[in-house]
């Protein structure tokens, strides 16, 4: 027991900010992403990002469940890239939507972004990004691996996600 207290000691004294609110998240440099963009920021162009979103989460959490390394999760985005255009098309069909779209996985722009006290670096990732319609509209993105979207199969709007740090987590749980 003295070992443990004395090993939360040296990480609370390393750590700082422990408590802070809005903790910093670095996603990886082995990072995949989703991104859906909008064709304007109109409520109906908005509306049909969510609809998409929405869509693609559902398949995604099925096909990427058991997903265990950023190789396999490319091999499954790579694989199912008709599969995605087949679930926007029918969705856009079903909502009586009309727009075109575009499906693209590998090196994708992202712009400069800061979100919740968090600043995302402008640049090409590797992602997986429809673009609906001239794509003029605000986006909605997450990080498909390491899962920051889509944990314990649960589908989360990117306003709701609540970061955690895993040391904190640890340090409470055993003290």
């Known amino acids: 027991m003295k070992k443990y207290l004395i090993l939360a000691g040296l990480l609370l004294a390393f ?19 989703f991104r859906v963009v909008a064709k304007s920021n109109s409520p109906e162009d908005q509306n049909t990002k969510n609809i998409v979103k929405t869509a693609l989460e559902e398949e ?3 096909l990427l469940q058991d997903s265990e390394s950023i190789s396999d999760t490319r091999n499954i985005l790579k694989a199912n890239k008709n599969n995605f255009d ?4 029918k969705t856009l069909l079903e909502n009586r939507i009309t727009t075109t779209y575009k499906v693209s996985y590998g090196l994708n722009y992202f712009p400069y972004k800061t979100y919740k006290g968090v600043t995302y670096e402008e640049g090409y990732y590797e992602s997986l990004v429809v673009t609906l319609g001239a794509g003029n509209g605000d986006n909605w993105w997450c990080v498909l691996f390491p899962p920051l979207c889509l944990m314990e199969g649960e589908i989360t709007d990117s306003s709701d996600i609540e970061y955690k740090s895993f040391v904190k987590e640890m340090i409470d749980k055993y003290l």
Request: proline letters at 8%; glycine letters at 0%.
């Open 15 to 33: 750590i700082p900010n422990l408590n802070q609110e809005d903790e910093e998240i670095i996603i990886p440099d082995e990072a995949i992403r």
């Open 60 to 62: 995604l959490v099925k």
């Open 86 to 89: 087949n679930i926007i098309k």
